[in-house]
Nanobody, 116 residues
Framework: QVQLVESGGGLVQAGGSLRLSCAAS????????MGWYRQAPGKQRELVAT???????DYADSVKGRFTISRDNAKNTVYLQMNSLKPEDTAVYYC??????????WGQGTQVTVSS
């Protein structure tokens, strides 16, 4: 009964910025990891960034220094600030909510397109 709602995707020129949001609703255990993954056509889904309830973060090497993940634990919402976007960042971005010893949940994805 957990649901994730994503927003903020769109079209942007290279060098521009976008901010993605993902709000989780339902029965949310207080200790969890939320994050962002992306999948380009013909490629495997890959980790972009994750953040635990306690504030520990993990970033893909390709986005370090350009993307910043943050979260509001009270609202069960995670954000991804994407700066200095490149055409290779073009993908469908998926929000993920992870629980220990429980089912993981995924959002439906939001399209990010970066034009050169």
């Amino acid at each position: 009964q957990v649901q994730l709602v994503e927003s903020g995707g769109g079209l942007v020129q290279a060098g521009g910025s976008l901010r993605l949001s993902c709000a989780a609703s339902g029965s949310i255990f207080s200790l969890n990891t939320m994050g962002w993954y992306r999948q380009a056509p013909g490629k495997q889904r890959e980790l972009v960034a994750t953040m635990t309830t306690g504030g520990f973060t993990d970033y893909a090497d390709s986005v370090k220094g350009r993307f910043t993940i943050s979260r509001d634990n009270a609202k069960n919402t995670v954000y991804l600030q994407m700066n200095s976007l490149k055409p290779e960042d073009t993908a469908v971005y998926y929000c993920k909510l992870e629980f220990i010893l429980a089912h993981d949940y995924w959002g439906q994805g939001t399209q990010v397109t970066v034009s050169s």
